[in-house]
């Protein structure tokens, strides 16, 4: 079921669209997520619409896209929330469009369900907090006629690490940044990657991997701020960032 609120603006969202112009025009944001480890903190709300500072978290991805340029979101969402998503982004300044799944699908099933309300191709992002250069992730995509690209981050270990010489402890570090990178979950898809995505299941499982073998698939380094909202604790770390940088522009 496909929901409408809104005309076509000026500004944007956070499924990026590409068109051969420089502009951001459109943009998918995966919200069918039922928050089970957030447990009670949801209010009983999708998680993408729990509030972190007085806004849903979904209102700084929209944000961030209209900051882009970005008119046009279609927000992925589980059966019969769509109204509420509506209701919960309106005034966002973008034309939003809530896309229901009428059973779960999955991650790449939703994204490839929401997609057929595109009008034009773009970038996706799911339920984090990012402060990525949206513009920049798109220029390199396109620059480098990849059929998908990733956004990455540095991975931070979630241990202190103790250094040794054979037995001898020489040291620790607390929280130390690994030698590998992860995805933030904001991609930006040309066509090609989406009509490659399941039609049930995980893109990240399937298609991704497939295009990585093809070298089709590109990554983004990002190694500002990404915040993920996956527990009580992440909640309210959110909650402290969001109060401390009331000026930083989140995707």
């Known amino acids: 079921m496909v929901r409408v609120r809104g005309d076509r603006a000026r500004v944007g969202g956070l499924a ?17 997520g039922r928050a089970e480890r957030l447990g009670a903190a949801t209010g009983g709300l999708p998680k993408a619409l729990v509030p972190i ?41 973008v034309a939003v469009v809530a ?5 779960p699908l999955g991650r790449g099933g939703g994204l490839r369900h929401a997609a057929a309300a595109r009008i034009s191709e773009g970038p996706v992002n ?12 798109l220029g390199q995509h396109r620059s480098t006629g990849a059929a ?31 030698p590998y990178w992860v995805s933030c979950g904001l991609y930006v898809l040309g066509e090609e990657a989406l009509a490659r995505l399941p039609e049930r299941g995980d893109h990240e499982r399937t298609t991704f991997p497939e295009l990585s073998v093809e070298g089709r698939l590109h990554a983004y380094r990002h190694e500002g701020v990404w915040l993920t909202v996956n527990t009580p604790k992440d909640l309210r770390a959110a909650e402290a960032h969001v109060a401390a940088n009331q000026g930083l522009r989140l995707a």
């Open 53 to 93: 500072g007085g806004r849903p978290l979904a209102s700084y991805q929209i944000a961030a896209f209209a900051a882009a340029g970005v008119a046009r979101v279609i927000v992925s969402c589980a059966a019969g929330q769509g109204d509420a998503f509506l209701a919960a982004l309106e005034g966002a300044g």
């Open 99 to 103: 896309v229901e799944e009428s059973e």
């Open 16 to 32: 990026l669209a590409l068109s051969d112009a420089p502009a951001v025009t459109e943009a998918i944001v995966l919200a069918g």
């Open 126 to 137: 799911g339920d984090e907090l990012l402060d990525v250069d949206l513009l920049g992730l």
């Open 148 to 178: 998908a690209t990733i956004t990455v981050a540095p991975m931070t270990s979630a241990f202190g690490v103790v250094d040794l010489e054979g037995t001898v402890v020489t040291g620790f570090r607390e929280a130390p940044r690994l």
